[in-house]
């Protein structure tokens, strides 16, 4: 009888081995990869998360900043590790970008991974001008742009500060001038000199420069305004109607093929991390808005946003590397 039994529970445990794995997991410390330099938002509000839900283990969530590529470098690493839920991404919105800016990708964006969160989505971009630009308005920007040359800075080709004044151009029908820098650091410093006219920023690098007088802030890029600004008409209210544009946003994804059990235990972990009040707190401060999804959202989100991107991108006249 104890022979049975034993044969029984040996049977059970070769049969379901990812289901084991699972059960026991984590048993030691999760690799989250972030394709970004340390100090920026997405690594900050990463060790925000992370510092949290390693309380919440007991194991650690340990940050490795893979930066290189404009996030490919991170994504492939992710893409081929083991499905066992130690090796994860931290990505923003450039996850959807890349398959309209690389003609070979060393992974499929969609399929190659396994959507585990939506975290994070920031609601706005701010459009911000330099001081000595005759400009106080989004229709004094697109009128001086069809008078003449606008530029606008951004932190790299195809990124969403880029879209998001590429798609200006699309719907005013005008054509400001893309200047690309290494960082959006070196982006704002150019307007604040007056080397470029003006450029869209995420609020946690506007919002000090904009109190400073160091730059003007003339709109918004959401469709609604945003409660730290509201004085701020939306881009759609300043002069181009229909333009709506998010501030990005931040998931967490897996390999391929990573267990449900492992999804879910993932899923539940953030998502209560971010309801910890001074989480919550430290995340909106950033000008975040908290989501915490189920899987099924972030694969909806960034199945419609890479096809959005593709279509953006053409109208732009960028050609894929």
């Not at 379901?16 to 048993?27: K, N």
């Not at 989250?32 to 194991?59: C, E, W």
């Not at 839920?85 to 890349?98: E, F, K, R, V």
């Not at 109190?211 to 181009?240: C, H, M, W, Y």
Request: aromatic share 6%; proline share 7%; with cysteine.
């Amino acid at each position: 009888m104890r022979r049975r039994a034993f044969l029984a529970a040996a049977a059970g445990a070769t049969l379901l081995p990812g289901a084991a794995r699972a059960a026991e997991y984590p048993d030691r410390p999760i690799r989250l990869l972030v394709p970004f330099s340390a100090g920026g938002a997405p690594d900050v509000a990463a060790r925000i998360m992370a510092r949290q839900v390693s309380i919440q283990l007991g194991q650690g969530v340990v940050i490795e900043n893979r930066t290189g590529a404009n996030g490919i470098i991170a994504s492939e690493m992710v893409a081929k590790a083991r499905p066992d839920g130690y090796n994860l991404l931290y990505t923003t919105g450039s996850h959807a970008i890349n398959p309209s800016l690389y003609r070979r990708l060393p992974y499929d964006t969609e399929a190659d991974f396994t959507p585990i969160s939506l975290l994070l989505v920031a609601p706005a971009y701010i459009l911000v001008v330099n001081n000595e630009l005759p400009v106080r308005s989004v229709a004094d920007l697109v009128a001086r742009a069809r008078a003449g040359q606008v530029t606008f800075g951004s932190p790299g080709v195809g990124n969403s500060i880029h879209m998001a004044a590429e798609g200006i151009n699309q719907l005013a029908g005008v054509s400001m001038v893309h200047v690309p820098f290494r960082g959006a650091t070196q982006a704002l410093e150019a307007v604040v000199t007056g080397q470029v006219d003006c450029m869209f920023l995420n609020p946690l690098a506007a919002l000090p420069v904009i109190n400073e007088g160091r730059v003007r802030a003339i709109a918004v890029s959401s469709r609604e305004r945003f409660d730290k600004l509201p004085e701020l008409p939306t881009v759609a209210e300043g002069g181009v109607p229909g333009y709506e544009m998010e501030g990005g946003w931040n998931a967490l994804y897996g390999p391929p093929a990573l267990p449900a059990a492992i999804v879910t235990r993932l899923v539940e972990e953030f998502r209560t991390a971010t309801r910890v009040p001074e989480v919550r707190a430290q995340l909106e401060e950033q000008g975040n808005r908290v989501v915490a999804s189920d899987p099924e959202v972030l694969a909806a989100k960034v199945g419609s946003e890479v096809r959005k991107f593709a279509a953006l991108t053409r109208a732009a006249g960028i050609e894929p590397q």
